[in-house]
């Protein structure tokens, strides 16, 4: 078999065979078959596509290209949940204790931000102490007997995936639904769940920039799951706009431990809700959606959701007292008010020019290398569809760079603003299962 062939039938828009595709999954992962032949095969399938059928075997390929997670010794109902990456995105942090709290199992592996995108673990790792940086014993026990843990990537999970993304980053090929489900699946399949919730962004900062797109990308996503018996189900969720208020690592957190105390931002409080009731009816927990809306409620008003994040926060070797006193946090240097120099209604926040900017103020990395600032980053006073009228409060910015006057010029140009009101919509647009 030659790889140039492989790339020809699929360039043709040829369907190709489970030994075609083992082949070039082996081969790029061993080495064997270098990188340009790789970038011209994902730009075939980025043009060409690839049917159920090929998704299927490519995603079962690169899960077993490496490790994979064995959790059959946590007792119960293993969950799990993917958001498939946005600006303002805590959820993990308020989603997880509260399934926690109702008694079902999260392991969950969780990556760090890159670009305008923050990561779960950055955020984890801006209370101070805590680790994610877990050996595989431990945290199974730490899932055991608290219920929940979130950590980095621990052994050699779907290595094909490592070499194949940021061939992809730097190639033009990341937007391609059949790469993009097969990368996200097998990395959760491998993680070991029993269940997996999908967050599938759309909007300006999102890469499914439509509707449309981020359903097809869903479908994909949940036909591999079924075809693997896990149950896999998916939100579509809008991201026009940052999501709650909060965007920055430790003022996310901040923001997360506010909605486990029952003071979230209405689009948080309403994804968590939701998605949490989704993750129950999967885990058996609950036999109506209504019931899970219910119990997660209960969950935050008695501060049970709270207590878990407290206590993976201590089993990570964190202090918990930053949870229960978040006044405790360290704070930038500079505080800067951003205000409007216009009148009209919110029509969008670009998510992709505001996580931009935040990750400018110190709160990213442009590159992998770059070292974060917890405290940096934006509280937003204006959501899409709030009246703003000249010279009212937009956002705060919080940073310790030096120079930003710039970037507090980038942050108001993203928020768009319209002359005749807008309407706005509930996070969540459709459940996929
Ligand atoms: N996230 C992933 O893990 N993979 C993709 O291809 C895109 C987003």
Redesign the pocket.
């Known amino acids: 078999m030659r790889m140039v062939d492989i790339i020809i039938k699929k360039r043709e828009g040829k369907e190709l065979t489970r030994d075609e595709i083992h082949f070039f999954v082996k081969g790029y992962t061993e080495g064997s078959i270098p990188d340009y032949q790789a970038s011209a095969f994902t730009m075939a399938v980025l043009f060409k596509g690839m049917n159920k059928k090929e998704i299927g075997i490519l995603t079962d390929e690169m899960l077993h290209s490496g490790e994979t997670i064995d959790l059959s010794s946590i007792a119960g109902v293993k969950v799990d949940k ?1 958001s ?2 946005g600006v303002g995105d805590k959820t993990s942090l308020v989603l997880g204790p509260l399934v926690a709290a109702c008694g079902v199992k999260l392991a969950k592996m969780s ?1 760090r931000g890159l670009g305008h995108t923050g990561g779960t673990l950055d955020k984890i790792e801006s209370i101070p102490g805590t680790s994610i940086a877990i050996e595989r014993d431990r945290f199974i026990k730490q899932v055991n007997d608290i219920g929940i843990a979130i950590i980095g990537q621990t052994g050699e999970l779907v290595p094909a ?1 490592k070499k ?2 940021a061939l ?1 980053d730097v190639t033009g090929t ?1 937007e ?1 639904i059949p ?6 699946m097998s ?1 959760k399949l491998a993680s070991g769940s029993d269940t997996i919730l999908l967050d599938v962004k759309f909007g300006s900062g999102a ?1 499914m920039k439509t509707l449309d797109n981020a359903r097809v990308l869903a479908r994909t996503m949940v036909d591999i799951g079924d075809e693997l018996h896990r149950d896999t189900r998916a939100i579509l969720t809008d991201m026009n706009e940052p999501l709650g208020l909060a965007i920055g690592n430790n003022l996310e957190v901040k923001e997360a431990i506010a909605t486990l105390n029952g003071q979230g931002p209405a689009d948080l409080v309403e994804l968590c809700t939701k998605a949490g009731a989704t993750m129950l009816l999967q885990a058996k927990r609950v036999s109506t959606f209504e019931e899970g809306v219910k119990l997660i409620t209960e969950k935050i008003e008695s501060k049970e959701g709270l207590d878990k994040l407290a206590a993976m926060v201590e089993a990570q070797g964190g202090n918990k007292e930053y949870i229960y006193h978040p006044e405790l946090f360290p704070v930038s240097k500079n505080i800067v008010e951003v205000r409007s120099s216009r009148d009209g209604f919110v029509s969008e926040i670009n998510a992709l020019e505001i996580g931009e900017a935040a990750m400018k103020l110190g709160a990213g990395r442009a590159t992998k290398e770059d070292v974060i600032d917890p405290t940096a980053g934006i509280i937003l006073a204006k959501k899409v569809g709030d009246k703003v009228a000249k010279g009212d409060l937009l956002c705060t910015v919080y940073t310790n760079v030096e120079k930003f006057e710039d970037i507090l010029k980038e942050i108001e140009e993203s928020f768009k603003l319209s002359e005749k009101e807008v309407t706005t919509h509930s996070i969540i647009y459709e459940i996929v299962q």
């Open positions: 993917h498939t990456g990556g995936d194949l993304y992809r990341v391609s790469l993009i489900a097969s990368s996200i990395k890469f």
